[in-house]
Nanobody
């Protein structure tokens, strides 16, 4: 069973940057679509960014131009570079790896944007 572990969350001031990492227990990201989702209190979980096994990316409109998803060369790590952070980006961020008949989630990492 593949496991995902997120890291890199924390408290940052508005306008600041954070880089989230998602480490998989196997080199799966050449075969799985990887995604970053977030869930704020009282809201549904939403897709932030995704990258297919072929390297095609897509982003939520709210983060386009500010966030970048990428994969490590060993294909067992996915990153989310978050720039120009806003208070409304505050949420628990989850890593996801998905393909047919397989859907794996990490435990989440808290991101808080506040002055």
């Amino acid at each position: 069973q593949v496991q995902l572990v997120e890291s890199g969350g924390g408290l940052v001031q508005p306008g600041g940057s954070l880089r989230l990492s998602c480490a998989a227990s196997q080199s799966i990201f050449s075969r799985y679509t990887a995604g970053w989702y977030r869930q704020a209190p009282g809201k549904q979980r939403e897709l932030v960014a995704a990258i297919t096994n072929g390297g095609v990316t897509n982003y939520a409109d709210s983060v386009k131009g500010r966030f970048t998803i990428s994969r490590g060369t060993a294909r067992n790590t996915v990153f989310l570079q978050m720039n120009s952070l806003r208070p409304e980006d505050t949420a628990v961020y989850y890593c996801n790896a998905r393909r047919t008949l397989s859907d794996v989630w990490g435990q989440g990492t808290q991101v808080t944007v506040s002055s």
